[in-house]
């Protein structure tokens, strides 16, 4: 991906078959699924890929067992479906991890067997290994740090575990690969109208504050949490769609949770789904679902839902944490479609919706990650229908992304660091390239930071071949050092700067 390239394909005053706005996991998924299909896809990024809610998820590629609960089994039958395809066309960024639900009433071990048992079934074939019921012993060892006062055993199972912000940018790149041209840092500013239909969208290059108009047959409005935003360009008195969920997620150093696999708490003492989950050598706690009034990109956590994922996370661990062991906070909001204004968010269903206005906009909102997908497919399918658009089938169900097509697909490949070059394998089948930056200037083969595996030459990496801008793109999302410790991103910040004035890149974004 290379952004000056794309900003010139701008310039040609083309017209594009479809331009999406929103550059998400949904934004992504579509431009990738409309471009492969041969439509000539343009993509605006307000700031930076996944940089909102898509790079702050609790990391799970899942099918959502709490959704079984809620009776919505076409969701979790379809989201399992996508999750074994994610495996297979991914499985550098996805990979099964195993997840216990600890229990300490000797009924438990039954009622949950029964619900997991179900959702075995909805993932049919792929539902391998398949879950099964442990003793107090068995659960103890796989779960070392876990209480074992009181434990009667537990139910494993499997799900998937990626990196979000690593997906997002494989799919920019993959689309880009498929013919697409992605943007970020080009904020869309209002819709072009003629004869009451839309016919694209203005927008400006936020690097040099030069305006540009892109005329579409089509536009879509892919901006999650800011959709009713775009829709009420058109119309401002048009009613919200959207109610908003914030959860956060804590993480701690590994040792709260050796090993490799992951527990859940099913049910919270309000009702919630709590998971605490080894991820790239520490250890996630989240979420929280606490509703909120607005969408706003740098949501901050609120002091009771530090203390709610604490407080659960003492129950079930031998050490019980506190504050001065939370190395990172990171916080997201759910786009969740409002059915009536009096449901609580907890109950509000994460499928997605497509809105088509009388303009011709294509809203497209809600979903979760593990769908994304699906929900390109099905946007653009809209699209195709909507606008009379020439387009081939879709193929997207068995698209490698880039990076998969070496890549083994049959072995999980975990993300516990051992090396300095662990995290090199999140780039699947590009490593050799990465290690080609380090041959030629052996000091791109220092870590950024001590402890971590993050090398200069992934920053190199990122600037020169996946449109990194800034020092944020690079520490939470081209690498997740941001993520995982906010003191080591800081300390990390002086060698990111110099990386990118050497390469070029003075922004001032």
Excluded at 305 to 318: Q, R
Excluded at 350 to 372: A, F, M, P, Q
């Amino acid at each position: 991906m290379n952004r000056a390239e794309a900003l010139q394909r701008v310039q040609d005053k083309q017209t594009w078959d479809v331009a999406i706005i929103g550059g998400g996991a949904t934004g992504l998924g579509a431009a990738l699924e409309s471009a492969s299909r041969g439509l000539k896809t343009i993509l605006l990024e307000r700031r930076d890929f996944a940089s909102a809610t898509s790079s702050r998820s609790t990391k799970l590629v899942h099918g959502g067992v709490r959704y079984l609960e809620q009776g919505n089994v076409s969701l979790v039958r379809e989201a399992l479906h996508e999750r074994a395809r994610l495996c297979q066309n991914a499985p550098h960024l996805v990979h099964k991890l195993t997840f216990v639900v600890p229990c300490y009433r000797w009924w438990e071990k039954p009622y949950y067997r029964t619900g997991i048992g179900l959702y075995d079934l909805l993932a049919g074939r792929h539902a391998h290994p398949k879950s099964r019921m442990l003793s107090a012993t068995a659960t103890s060892d796989l779960l070392p740090g876990l209480k074992s006062t009181g434990l009667c055993g537990g139910v494993s199972y499997w799900d998937g575990q990626f990196d979000d912000a690593r997906l997002a940018v494989a799919l920019a790149r993959t689309a880009t690969k498929q013919g697409a041209t992605v943007l970020n840092y080009t904020p869309v500013l209002g819709l072009i109208t003629e004869n009451s239909k839309v016919v694209g969208v203005r927008a400006i290059d936020s690097e040099t504050n030069t305006e540009f108009s892109v005329r579409a047959k089509s536009v879509i409005n892919a901006t999650g949490i800011f959709v009713d935003e775009v829709r009420k360009w058109e119309d401002p008195q048009r009613e919200s769609m959207l109610a908003f969920s914030q959860g956060i997620h804590l993480v701690l150093p590994q040792e709260f949770l050796p090993g490799e696999t992951a527990i859940i708490v099913p049910k919270t003492k309000d009702g919630r789904v709590v998971f605490i989950i080894p991820w790239h050598g520490q250890v996630v706690v989240g979420t929280t679902d606490t509703p909120i009034d607005k969408a706003e990109y740098d949501p901050a956590p609120s002091e009771a839902e530090i203390d709610f994922l604490l407080e659960h996370a003492a129950m079930y661990l031998t050490r019980s944490p506190n504050r001065t062991d939370i190395k990172s906070v990171f916080v997201g909001i759910r786009p969740l479609v409002r059915r009536s204004k009096s449901q609580s968010t907890s109950k509000l269903s994460r499928d997605h919706t497509i809105v088509t206005e009388n303009s011709g906009l294509i809203t497209i909102t809600g979903g979760k990650w593990t769908t994304y997908r699906k929900m390109g497919q099905d946007v653009v399918d809209t699209v195709i229908r909507a606008h009379n658009l020439q387009a081939r089938e879709s193929t997207t169900a068995t698209l490698k992304l880039v990076g998969a097509d070496n890549a083994d697909a049959t072995e999980p490949i975990g993300y516990g660091y051992e090396s300095s070059f662990e995290s090199l394998k999140l780039y699947g089948d590009e490593q050799p390239l990465i290690r080609s930056l380090i041959a030629e200037r052996p000091e791109l083969g220092n870590v950024l930071v001590e402890g971590y595996p993050y090398t200069r030459a992934e920053v190199v990496w990122g600037i020169r071949n996946e449109m990194a801008r800034t020092v944020e793109d690079l520490l939470f999302r081209r690498t997740r050092l941001g993520l995982l410790s906010q003191a080591a991103s800081q300390s990390a910040e002086a060698v990111v700067k110099q990386l990118l004035r050497e390469e070029g890149i003075i922004s001032g974004i």
